[in-house]
Every structure is written in structure tokens, then in C-alpha cells.
T-cell receptor, first 113, second 113 residues
Framework: DVKVTQSSRYLVKRTGEKVFLECVQDMDHENMFWYRQDPGLGLRLIYF???????EKGDIPEGYSVSREKKERFSLILESASTNQTSMYLCASCGLVSYNEQFFGPGTRLTVL | GENVEQHPSTLSVQEGDSAVIKCTYS??????FPWYKQELGKGPQLIID?????GEKKDQRIAVTLNKTAKHFSLHITETQPEDSAVYFCAASWASGYSTLTFGKGTMLLVSP
């Protein structure tokens, strides 16, 4: 059974802080994704990665960076958190095959004060 | 890029009624259309998907239909139950190991007993 875990369910940070959101998957999936979810806006892709040390920008990468040093771990970094980055962050993973299901973690609700 | 529109944004039905959620997509090259269900406090989970080489797919009480000419697809839930209450997301992509999903904005379904 695929499991995607995220380091925190809830996180409160101050404006200007550097924030790390961690995601780990246990199914040896090649692809990993970071989304943000806001009411009325659905799921928007921030960054994704096809392999270790590879990263691709999604639809809303501004203000974020990512790191994938190991296949099972994908980190989202907010270099200098701002209040407009208050949101639910969802990590997902899937295998490198066509028509593949994305498996999501439970999400991290980040509040930036 | 792909754009997915989803309607309605909220849907309230009585237990036992049917529910229909509709999505349209813009990129005629898209050939994979999954539906995800997100329960409160959890990440989205795939419930059904359809590929462009079929027009309809059923799985017990849920079904998805696809009209490639009109570029729209729909989720049908029959005999709704309170546990169907959740947020539902449609998505579209060109299915390959390196593709990403474009999600609709979501529909909150509330099934009243």
C-alpha cells in the first residue's frame, strides 16, 4: 500500500522565515509533485521532479524552490515566507508509466503570520 | 497549456439521489481524465479514470463519461450516500510517464440524510 507522508500537518511561521516542507514516499516512485490548495482555486502545481536531483517548474513556482537529493524524499522550500503563502500544501508521487495514479499525502496547513 | 473548468462548485443532494459533476478541457491532445475524491483532512484519492479511447466507464455507483468532440467529461454518482460527501476534482493530461495533471477547481458535494 502506497504511503506518502508529510513532515507536519500544521505549521505556523513568521514572515521572512525560511520554511522547509518535507515529503517522503515508500513506493520507489520516480515522480514527485508539490501542489498548493486554496479555496476556489483547486490544486495548483508548484514544482515537480522526475528523478533525483531533477526539478521542473509547475504553474506557480514563484517564491518556492525544491530539493530532491534522494528518490524517496522531495522537499519544498519557502526561502522567505510571506503571508500570501498561507495555504494547504499537498505532496504527491507516482510511477514513471502512462496513465498513472498520483498518490497524495495528507497535506500540511501552513500559516504565515 | 491545458485548462480545465469544473461545475458546479458546490452541489447538495438528498441521500439516494444522483449527482453529476461536469468538466471541460481545452487541449485536444489530452487523453487521460482522472477523478479524485478528497475527504475532510485527507489528501485527494483517485476514484475512477477514463482514457480517450472509451466513452464511458463504470465502477459500482460511480461512472464517468467522455465526449472528445465537445471536450467535456462528467462524473455520475448514483444512489448517493452521506459518505459520498467530499470535494471532487477532475483532471486532464496527456498520459505519459513525464506528464502532469491539470486539475479543475473542485466540487464540494454534500449528501444530506
Amino acid at each position: 500500500d502506497v504511503k506518502v507522508t508529510q513532515s507536519s500537518r500544521y505549521l505556523v511561521k513568521r514572515t521572512g522565515e525560511k520554511v522547509f516542507l518535507e515529503c517522503v514516499q515508500d513506493m520507489d516512485h520516480e515522480n514527485m509533485f508539490w501542489y498548493r490548495q486554496d479555496p476556489g482555486l483547486g490544486l495548483r502545481l508548484i514544482y515537480f521532479s522526475y528523478d533525483v536531483k531533477m526539478k521542473e517548474k509547475g504553474d506557480i513556482p514563484e517564491g518556492y524552490s525544491v530539493s530532491r537529493e534522494k528518490k524517496e524524499r522531495f522537499s519544498l522550500i519557502l526561502e522567505s515566507a510571506s503571508t500570501n503563502q498561507t495555504s494547504m500544501y499537498l505532496c504527491a508521487s507516482c510511477g514513471l508509466v502512462s496513465y498513472n495514479e498520483q498518490f497524495f499525502g495528507p497535506g500540511t496547513r501552513l500559516t504565515v503570520l | 497549456g491545458e485548462n480545465v473548468e469544473q461545475h458546479p462548485s458546490t452541489l447538495s443532494v438528498q441521500e439516494g439521489d444522483s449527482a453529476v459533476i461536469k468538466c471541460t478541457y481545452s487541449d485536444s491532445a489530452s487523453n487521460y481524465f482522472p477523478w479524485y475524491k478528497q475527504e475532510l483532512g485527507k489528501g485527494p484519492q483517485l476514484i475512477i479514470d477514463i482514457r480517450s479511447n472509451v466513452g464511458e466507464k463504470k465502477d459500482q455507483r460511480i461512472a464517468v463519461t467522455l465526449n472528445k468532440t465537445a471536450k467535456h467529461f462528467s462524473l455520475h454518482i448514483t444512489e448517493t450516500q452521506p459518505e459520498d460527501s467530499a470535494v471532487y476534482f477532475c483532471a486532464a493530461s496527456w498520459a505519459s510517464g513525464y506528464s502532469t495533471l491539470t486539475f479543475g477547481k473542485g466540487t464540494m458535494l454534500l449528501v444530506s440524510p
